[in-house]
């Protein structure tokens, strides 16, 4: 098997399962309790919250665990929203974000909030001087995301986060994507609220955090107990919390390691398909993009059956959002970048790893290839595009 689909979840890593394991059989009480046996379990929470806020140069209790990414989006858009309701009930975000921004954006117009999308180029880069004139004074919240989940695009930041200082607004950003992959600095980039979820960096599945800025005034999402200082009630998992901090300090640890190798890979994937592959094309930025992210589109083909065909050859990809793994529906961040729909159904997406190999994305491409020249050869689109002589 080729995993190529690291964008939707990856692997638990050796270091992390082990780091993990004593909190499943042998120090298994409820961090929250009071007796010395549950004292362990706190001292791993409280070690792995360090290692969890070092990676972005926050405070320890500016860490909130929670379920994962979604989790975390929703409380941070909800809970601003009523926190800062008596200021005003409008709200910036792009078009190309995550469902569990969009959504949550979408439920809040339905509760009597106001919500500008904000449009991007043609490489999904958010436009700054249409986010500047979005700005009302009745402007509460911008949420943008860290990097896109689909064409791996990185949104600029620190231009944002400027923009928000200068006018008083709250700043949020999804980087599920992003952290643990590139470097982040809250304080530099001058983010107050960041979400992230842990298996996207090799940390189990259904845990999470939300970065909150000491001083930002949110209240709670999940009701029900006095844990994560009052902030979110639930038993911590303290496995999964213990697992996300192993995580995130070796991937600060071999961060630029990492990059660098996925990097390379990622550049001799896309040199090979462009090269090789006729009328297939890079969507997002070519350089300022995730290490490990290529997303493309190839005329004439239909992408579900790309990947049924690619999973016939052992190779694991997607053609956007696992949350969106069913739809029939193009991309909507692809719709957002200006692809018409009979192109932006054609996707597919091809993520990696560390642990990706040169002679994995070669069998990989050499594959493509056959794949891609058998299902135009069945397409009649295909067929009368050939006939007409264009290019």
Known sequence: M???????????????FEAMKPYFCENYANPSAVYSFAGKSM??????????????GAKDNEIYFTAGGSEADNW??????????????????????HHAVLHTCQY????????????????????????????RPDTILITVM????????????????????????????????????????????????????????????????????????????VQGGAQERS?????????????????????????QENSKKEIALRDHLIERVLAEIPYSRLNGERVNRLPGNANFCFRFIEGESLLILLDQKGICASSGSACTSGSLDPSHVLLAIGLPHEIAHGSLRLTLSEDTTKEEIDFTVDE???IVERLRSMSPLYEDFVKSGKQ
């Open 2 to 16: 080729i995993y190529l689909d690291n964008a939707a979840t990856t692997k638990v890593t050796e270091d992390v």
């Open 43 to 56: 001292k791993a929470v409280d070690e792995a919250r360090h290692e969890v806020a070092s990676l972005i």
């Open 76 to 97: 941070a858009i909800k809970a601003a929203a009523e926190a800062n309701k008596d200021k005003g009930k409008h709200i910036i975000t792009s078009t190309i974000e």
């Open 108 to 135: 809040l117009e339905k509760q009597g909030f106001e919500v500008t999308y904000v449009g991007v180029d043609e490489n999904g880069t958010i436009k700054l001087d249409e986010l500047k004139a979005a700005i």
């Open 146 to 221: 860290a990097a896109n989940n689909e064409i791996g695009t990185i949104e600029p930041l620190k231009e944002i986060g400027a923009i928000a200082r200068e006018h008083h607004i709250l700043f949020h950003t999804d980087a599920v994507q992003a952290y643990g992959h590139i470097p982040l600095n809250v304080d530099e980039l001058g983010i107050d609220m960041l979400s992230a979820s842990g298996h996207k960096f090799h940390a189990p599945k259904g845990i999470g955090f939300l970065y909150i800025r000491n001083g930002v005034k949110i209240g709670s999402f």
């Open 231 to 255: 902030r979110r009630a639930g038993t911590l998992n303290t496995s999964g919390i213990v697992g996300m901090g192993a995580a995130a300090k070796l991937a600060g640890e071999k961060l």
């Open 368 to 370: 493509l290839k056959k």
